[in-house]
């Protein structure tokens, strides 16, 4: 009896579902899974929903498949949402949209006064859940779900799904019954079955129901003749066999409509297979020459596929094969490496990757002596002009900047570190290459050779490349500083600041600044700028180090504290063609930048004259609404509140039905701060008001459900 009396006090009591609202499950998950999950309630994608012993709930869910899912319920909080916990079978697995449904559609009972049946704790599908497991649809199910595609709430409805080579839409096998209904075929025939059936015949039936099979499938019998070469030696056939299927497969057409799951891919199954076959015979030197063309037909063939990358995928994977036949083939180490460069200098989208650990091993000195000897006879004597490299002959001096690479990597293997980087200096100056050689003379510390190449680079690099102009600044902004020098860097992020003013340039700007002493005086310089739009200069070159230490004089407003920093030959003409037009306040970094800062008035302050500056219609490039409104929130609520509601206007205005979710939302922060502030009377004023504006939207105003804080199975009553 004491017994009993103690169960009874510490029995959890049962979980209110009748008060849960639309705002404890939006709490509870997100919106895109909230509206799913809703679609799929109301589509009757819940199956099996039954009462767990601890008050939870488990059903299924048909989605893409099948799923097993189950909410738990525990804790007393006050925050529902925060008493609720979901697992499923999907790939989400915890508070999906299959745990909205299940939720709604318990609630859906109760409204209905429909009841649920209990199940115990040794339900499977308890144990489907932690497995992950997920099932095809079954024959009654199929007939209830629709499979042509998504509906218009964007539910995920069953599709077959391709797999293996065929990439052609899978069939389920069915059988009719006597009234003409199809249904899948119980009986599952195992490969123990299989073998049974074999081991009954005696050699002749064998032989002719193998027979049988190899005259309706052609690639069985290519199998068994190529196991036949192979028993009889004859390997000039297996290398004739493997070189028309290598081209055979090489010259299909690749394709593949995801939407659609079908398309045409090559099988390079057959030719991994004779090519491992050689392999294992060790015939080396036919499969190196096998891979030469497989490269050379398989690139091609890679560059006119319309796939996903399957066709790359098998070609590497058969190249993998062609990799172990490298080392132990006949070829001379310079040989081997050069097959391996040539490969990688050919193939752009690393289908070549398996060879690289033939580069791994010890070679002799000599031996990357004479590669880089054999590679630079491939170079082409004219050297590559700066308008070459501004023109249609990019390509080309990319090709070479891959090959010099290559030579440098070999010099360097030598043990020639003094000729590598001779080398890379030559190729700088004449192929234009110079970040790469000033990135060299850096690393050992010659800084001053760096400087005079950098600054070459600079006079001699288009303009148009900016990254690599970039890269060269820095690089003089990094030997600058080798000598406490931090002006170059400073007025290198000057310029880029002044070229995209944003608050992550403004902030690099600083950090710099700060560096090189002039802080203070650079954000007043920037700040004028942001404020006017007036881009400022660059003072002249200071002379001395000990000028520096003197007493500065007053900051001007519209002058960098620092000489300007080194720059392409026309950069001049280009700045001053992006600031051609009049000049004006940049309000979007100072409004972002008051918000970081956590000034509200100024935050207003900014936006207010963004306002009065800008046209105001729909397709203007910055919108502020929501940013300005939560940084204010607090301090001018009213403010808050009325951008809230004309960003929710706005988007409710759309044609657009994925932006209602984002509209209810800004409205869930308008009444949050009226909430704060006690005044949670007038956003009932608010949401009628919304209501009555957009009430033909049938979607919108199903959201705006949620924004009663009512129940949501007496918010139903209400409506039916």
Known sequence: MNKTRKSEKTATPPFPWEKLTWDDLSEW?????LERGRSYQRRGAVRNLNLLPDGGLLADVLGSHRYATRVSVAGRSRDLSKCLEAACSCPVGHRCKHGVAVILEFLHAIENGTVVPETDGDDRRLTLIENGWE???????????????????GVDVPVAKASGKSATRKSRSRKKTSSGRQTRSKRKITDGDIVDFLSAKSKDDLVSIIMQVCRGDAKLRQTYVDRIMLETGDHAAMISEARKELRSVTSEEAWYNSWEQHGSLPDYSRLRSQLRSLVDAEQ??????????????????????????????????TLSVVAEAIVPCSLTDVDKILFVVDSFLQDGYDLCDSFRHVLDRRYPESAWA????????????????????????????????????????????SGDEAAATDFCIEEATKAGTYQRAVDRLIALKRYDEAKELASQGLENTDPTYAGLINRLQDSL?????????HSVAAAIAAERFVRHPAVSSLQDLLKVAKK?????????VAMNFLETGIRPTFTKALKTRASKTKKAAKPQADHWPFPEPPRANDSNSRLDRSHAKEPSPHFDVLIRLSIQQRDPL?????????????????????RFETEVADAVSSTHPDRAVELYCTEADRLAAETNTKLY??????????????????????FEVVLATFHDRHHRKRRLVELLQSLAGEPIVSKRRSNE
Do not use: C
Not at 477 to 485: F, G, L, P, R
Not at 661 to 682: D, M, T, Y
């Open 29 to 33: 998950t997100d919106s895109r899974s």
């Open 135 to 153: 099932d095809e649809l079954s024959d009654d199910e199929v007939d209830n779900v629709d499979f042509d595609g998504a509906d218009s709430d």
């Open 284 to 317: 080396f030197d036919a499969v190196i020459e096998l891979g030469r063309e497989l490269i050379e037909r398989g690139i091609q063939q890679v560059e006119q596929s319309h796939d996903e990358g399957e066709t790359a995928e098998e070609i590497m994977s």
């Open 370 to 413: 004479d590669v880089a000897e054999k590679l630079k006879s491939r170079l082409p004597s004219q050297a590559t002009s700066k308008e070459d490299r501004a023109t249609a002959d990019f390509t080309r001096s990319y090709q070479r900047e891959r090959l010099t690479g290559w030579i440098i990597e070999a010099l360097e293997s």
């Open 477 to 485: 902004a990094t030997i600058a500083a080798k000598s406490k020098d």
């Open 516 to 524: 090189a002493k002039y802080e203070a005086a650079t954000k007043t």
């Open 602 to 622: 100024s935050v207003l302050r900014w936006y207010d004259q963004w306002l009065a500056s800008t046209p105001q219609n729909r397709f203007r490039l910055h």
């Open 661 to 682: 979710p984002q509209s209810v939302s800004l409205l869930k922060k308008a009444r949050k701060v009226l909430k704060s502030q006690k005044r949670e009377h007038e």
